[in-house]
């Protein structure tokens, strides 16, 4: 159902200025705070010049949605169903409050809108606060558009209290997806200019929001005004954010252009479409490697030995114990069982007549059961070869032994030489290098 439906009168205004009366009533309701109720300023007799100064010192309605509301008690958030709220102010006293309501006659709670106000914005068109009363309350709004036009009211209200003394003012009007801009990160962003003249949005002076490129800069390096380079840390691919940035933050007092005055406070709405980390923080916040998958394998289950030679011994009874013809294998089995660590000779006819019945339990003789095939050739007898006398080893020995030559020094030597003339003949040169050592050609 609709936030905005046959109540919807309820919670908007029906004309601007000082008519209050028409949205918040002079009348009070059953359980109304008294200090909620609008109240309109008495107008004194016949004093000309001053009438036009006290409407302008009555609160104005601002601006004004409807909402589902839930306040935190007890340590959880406890619906309060659909609510109005709305900004309402003065901008001479510059006394603003955000106003809680049921009906035009009854009030809920207030919270003054000064410097430490906080108006936090989530996600889904949620945004929460605390009242006077230090009670936490969470709105959902109708849409993003009401989300929008209260939260950045509330940032000009912020404003316009600080006066002179204001500071940079950062105001999430929605809010974007992912990793949020630090220092040293680069930007590309659509963004609005206007003057901030009697605590209210003046002219505009720059924008880039209907262009087709973005304006890319680099955070924290000096390369636009001090109020950008720290309203811009935080904000996430997407959002939208409101900046009130102070002469000291902006241009100063030398202004810029002629289209900013000096000393100007400016107002700035900055949309972030793109997003790129410096090195630093791509090497420092990379994604870490996904774990190794791991094979889901069964638990193993330790069993001791007796527990082993339990379970098989189960699963022989089990497997021997069906039918008739379990019944024969189990008394195969237990016959060879009897038999281990016995004679296989039986010393009794008629127990060896009682296990070959239940060896064989058709009946048949083994003889029948089993013939073997008569060969269809006749084998050749088999003929051992001659065995030959093997000689001893002395024998063999000197059989193996060559006969060796007597050595050449054992002879006499010649009493006379040949009377032959002897000439020196060169040997040719071999037609391959040798080798230093040749081993003695076989006899």
Known sequence: MSLMDEDANDFLPSGSGSNLASLFGAGQGGGANPSLTYTPPKQPKKQHGK???SASAAPSL?????????????????????????VIGAPQTKDYKLLVYVSQNKHITYAK???SFNFTVQAGNYASFYDDLRQAWSFLFANEEDAYKLSKQVALCKAAVAGPSLTLIKQDVFIGEGQAVAKGDSVDVKYTGWLFENGAIGKVFDSNANSDKSFRFR??????????DEGMVGMAKGGKRLLVIPPSLAYGAQGAA??????????????????????EREVTEAPAPPPPAQSE???????DSGHLIRERAQSIEDHMAGGEGASQQRSGILSRISKMGQSMLPSNPAAAQEEATAANPTGQPVAQQFQPQPPTQAMPPFSQPP?????????????QQPVLAQPLLSQAPPTHLPQQQMHFQPSPAPQQQLALYQPPAPP
């Open 51 to 53: 009438g036009q100064e």
């Open 297 to 303: 394998s069964p638990p193993t289950e330790h069993k």
């Open 258 to 279: 002629g289209r900013i005055p000096p000393n100007a406070t400016l107002v700035f709405e900055v949309e972030l479409k793109k997003l790129k980390l410096s090195k």
């Open 219 to 228: 955070i924290g390096k000096g390369k636009v005004i001090k109020g950008w």
């Open 387 to 399: 065995i030959q006398a093997t000689p001893s080893f002395s024998q063999a020995y000197q059989q």
């Open 113 to 115: 809108i000064d410097a």
């Open 62 to 86: 601002l601006v004004a949605a409807g909402v589902e509301a839930q306040k935190h008690v007890d340590g959880r958030y406890v619906p309060q169903g659909k609510l109005g709220c709305a």
